[in-house]
T-cell receptor, first 114, second 108 residues
Framework: DSGVTQTPKHLITATGQRVTLRCSPRSGDLSVYWYQQSLDQGLQFLIQYYNGEERAKGNILERFSAQQFPDLHSELNLSSLELGDSALYFC?????????????FGPGTRLTVL | AQRVTQPEKLLSVFKGAPVELKCNYSYSGSPELFWYVQYSRQRLQLLLRHISRESIKGFTADLNKGETSFHLKKPFAQEEDSAMYYCALKIRLNQFYFGTGTSLTVIP
């Protein structure tokens, strides 16, 4: 599958814990975006990386951090988890060189904080 | 501040009827607008973007800067159009804002 992949698919953890979500972009895509989708909320843009460097930042909490590695996969780290962090976390990738800025989305990771 | 508003959470139309999914945005600069769609059990995918002025699967969307709107329209809805639709705004530095989505149901 040459599309965007995300692991794990589901994650259940307790408040106060720390988790890492992983995203592998489409082959050739240099840019990775992270989004959070809570119940009854639209997709909230968290952060974008391009070729290893942070490019844009949205509504990302200080407890959250991300990075993009030399092989272009990305990880989103969520720490000191709270109940309100329960959400679907999506990763998307794009080849930023494209004028159309089309993003290709992964299937998402569903995080449940108990 | 919310930058993209989709006022209808749910929208039902009969097959063959026209459909319009509303999207309003707030941004003082030059916006780039997109419609994304998520069919049942599929990933979110791009439907169309205003810069291309294209028609995809019979859908069109015109950017109205005066009304700050980017409504999605189709003259004759089909059952396969049933899906979740998201309007998205891209502003400077590749920041994206998505609306809360409209769930469209086309009734046979």
């Amino acid at each position: 599958d040459s599309g965007v992949t995300q692991t794990p698919k589901h994650l259940i953890t307790a408040t106060g814990q720390r988790v890492t979500l992983r995203c592998s972009p489409r082959s050739g895509d240099l840019s990775v975006y992270w989004y959070q989708q809570s119940l009854d909320q639209g997709l909230q843009f968290l952060i974008q990386y391009y070729n290893g460097e942070e490019r844009a930042k949205g509504n990302i909490l200080e407890r959250f951090s991300a990075q993009q590695f030399p092989d272009l996969h990305s990880e989103l780290n969520l720490s000191s988890l709270e109940l309100g962090d329960s959400a679907l976390y999506f990763c998307a990738s794009s080849w930023v060189g494209s004028l159309i800025n089309e993003q290709f989305f992964g299937p998402g990771t569903r995080l449940t904080v108990l | 501040a919310q930058r993209v508003t989709q006022p209808e959470k749910l929208l039902s139309v009969f097959k063959g009827a026209p459909v319009e999914l509303k999207c309003n945005y707030s941004y003082s600069g030059s916006p780039e607008l997109f419609w994304y769609v998520q069919y049942s059990r599929q990933r979110l995918q791009l439907l169309l973007r205003h810069i291309s002025r294209e028609s995809i699967k019979g859908f069109t969307a015109d950017l109205n800067k005066g009304e700050t709107s980017f409504h999605l329209k189709k003259p004759f809805a089909q059952e396969e159009d049933s899906a979740m639709y998201y309007c998205a705004l891209k502003i400077r530095l590749n920041q994206f804002y998505f609306g809360t989505g409209t769930s469209l149901t086309v009734i046979p």
